[in-house]
């Protein structure tokens, strides 16, 4: 739904697929207003201003960001990633979300990470040891599940993998709700935020 | 009283040399400690002596929470490190590699940072400061307005968390603007710091949100060019 792209559109800034005070009090409505219409509507805007006029004002989003990699424009890679990993970012999340997943999802999770307690606490450090501004990652890399956290715009795709869920951790994210505890953030993302169906479509997609 | 005096030296060497037997021991059981532990510098103001530039609420997130948390993730690290030392273990050294030089690089450019600012009244003109570097950075760019202007928009577009200098280059004699990503100190860029923005949204996030370019507008009101000169001095001696 959020990816379709008609030709010679530019880049879409989807609406949150909920209301603005949603994720109260996990996530305030300050925090979603200023992250989605400010933050993430600026990615959108100077990335469209980049592939005006270029070959690429007809592509989506995701083949932007890989194009732009591939060409190392880090300009338009930073602004096409930050749009796409947005724009992925909040269907990530779902009010009364997170805590444990269940079928196929969970099974693959316990396989590859031996437990869902052993995947949180992956994907726990994952968010807290990413220094500085960027992302944590579950993701599909061929054959399993793997977390990775990347910097900046980063985004798991330009190593071949498969997103199925990330979780923001640049501090406007969080910092107007959390401040300094980036691992309270972590925590109600993982324990209250997470929205596992759209996590398990994702997995489905990408291991048919 | 010789004897008595004697006896106390006795003692004294006895209980020495018991202390450093059980440091052994334990360096052996536990690892090496560490040769230095780092501590949180006190602000040289109170905590809303920067406002309303910036406000008690960040600066007091900033300096005893932020800065904390990178003193004493830095003593942890540089525990775990002499423990890998004290063990050979160079691949233990390795992986900690990275986690020293963030706190470690947070310390250094924070430490840096509380000096670089001051309260509004308190704030002297470049000229005032050190003729001599305002005549270096009109001689660089033209104008303070202009060496300012370009300070911000290369700070401004620091992608992500970053910090925004100027620095001395030694070699060169030459002042330089230079920007770092993450909690990289200045030093790996060859430039010895004299003024650092910190550009990472806790910095000013709760006041400005999103609007970093804002920030870096109001921030020049509360620089401490008295102490952009001693640094200037130091390392232009």
New interface residues.
């Given amino acids: 739904g959020t990816f379709i792209q008609a030709a010679e559109m530019p880049i879409e800034l989807p609406p949150l697929p909920y209301a603005y005070d949603a994720l109260e009090p996990k996530i305030s409505k300050q925090t979603l207003t200023v992250h989605h219409d400010k933050h993430h509507a600026k990615y959108v805007t100077v990335a469209n201003g980049m592939i005006e006029g270029t070959d690429m004002s007809g592509d989506d989003c995701e083949t932007i960001m890989m194009k732009a990699h591939k060409a190392g424009n880090a300009g338009l890679f930073n602004n096409a990633a930050q749009s796409w990993n947005h724009a992925f970012y909040w269907n990530c999340m779902k009010a009364g979300g997170g805590g444990k997943p269940s079928g196929d999802l969970l099974a693959q999770i316990e396989k590859d990470f031996g437990s869902y307690e052993e995947f949180v606490k992956a994907f726990d450090q994952a968010g807290q040891t990413a220094f500085g501004s960027g992302w944590a990652w579950l993701s599909w890399d061929g054959s399993k599940l793997v977390v990775d956290k990347t910097i900046g715009a980063g985004n798991p795709m330009t190593d071949g993998k498969t997103p199925v869920l990330t979780m923001d951790v640049w501090e406007h994210a969080y910092y107007l709700d959390y401040q300094n505890l980036r691992p309270d953030y972590i925590k109600s993302f993982i324990e209250h935020l997470v929205n596992w169906d759209f996590v398990a479509a994702n997995l489905a997609k990408v291991k048919k | 009283h010789y004897a008595t005096e004697a006896d106390r030296i006795v003692i004294m060497l006895r209980q020495s040399l018991r202390s450093a037997s059980a440091l052994r021991s334990a360096a052996k059981t536990h690892g090496a400690r560490a040769m230095s532990t780092y501590a949180l510098p006190s602000l040289p103001y109170d905590l809303g002596a920067l406002e309303p530039v910036v406000n008690t609420e960040i600066m007091t997130?900033h300096h005893g929470?932020?800065h904390a948390?990178y003193v004493a993730n830095l003593n942890a690290a540089l525990e775990k490190y002499a423990d890998a030392e004290a063990k050979k273990d160079v691949a233990a050294m390795i992986a900690l590699q990275?986690a020293i030089k963030?706190n470690g690089g947070g310390h250094v450019n924070h430490s840096i940072f509380w000096t670089n600012l001051c309260a509004p009244k308190d704030v002297v003109a470049p000229s005032e400061a050190s003729p001599e570097l305002a005549k270096m950075i009109d001689a660089q760019w033209g104008s303070l307005d202009a060496f300012k202007t370009e300070f911000n928009t290369k700070t401004a577009a620091v992608?992500?968390?970053?910090w925004g200098w100027l620095g001395y280059d030694k070699a060169a004699k030459k002042l330089a603007i230079a920007t770092c990503?993450?909690?990289d100190p200045l030093s790996t860029t060859g430039l010895t710091p004299l003024l650092g923005i910190d550009v990472?949204?806790?910095a000013y996030?709760?006041q400005y949100?999103?609007v970093r370019p804002e920030y870096l507008k109001q921030v020049w009101q509360v620089v401490n060019w008295k102490n952009v000169a001693e640094r200037f001095k130091a390392a232009s001696a």
Avoid: D, M
């Fill in positions: 997130l929470k932020h948390t990275g963030f992608q992500g968390s970053g990503a993450n909690q990472w949204e806790h996030y709760l949100k999103n």
